[in-house]
């Protein structure tokens, strides 16, 4: 016969199954967003050299400038967008992780308590 403390015991270890699986979705999560933050920095930061930097020479140079100052305003507003559409995810993952967590460690915490 499954004692209830057995029971209870099962459902701790499928609840820190999940909880695992949870929590390593939410850092896969957490490293993407990680990565679009440092790709804005990185584009801002050219934004802010090419418009810093001096006067070029020649009409050649005035116009690569210009070109490699589109192409990082463009690639930095497609960073952020791509930024804007994971957070809401990345939000629902956050909370998700953090109430599996919760859940096995009440689960835990019960397990252990109905063996004293």
Same mark, same amino acid.
């Given at each position: 016969m499954v004692t209830r403390r057995a029971k209870l015991a099962e459902l701790a270890r499928l609840a820190q199954l999940k909880s695992d699986l949870e929590l390593k979705r939410f850092a896969a999560f957490s490293s993407n967003v990680d990565a679009t933050r440092k790709r804005i920095t990185q584009q801002d930061a050219a934004i802010a050299w090419y418009r810093s930097s001096q006067a070029p020479d020649s *009409?050649?140079? !005035?116009? *690569?400038? !210009?070109l490699r100052l589109g192409d990082a305003t463009r690639e930095a507003a497609r960073a952020r967008q791509e930024l804007s559409h994971m957070l809401p995810r990345f939000d629902q993952a956050r909370q998700r992780a953090a109430g599996e967590f919760g859940r096995a460690a009440v689960l835990r915490r019960l397990s252990e308590r109905d063996d004293q």
């Open positions: *009409l050649d140079e !005035s116009n *690569l400038a !210009s």
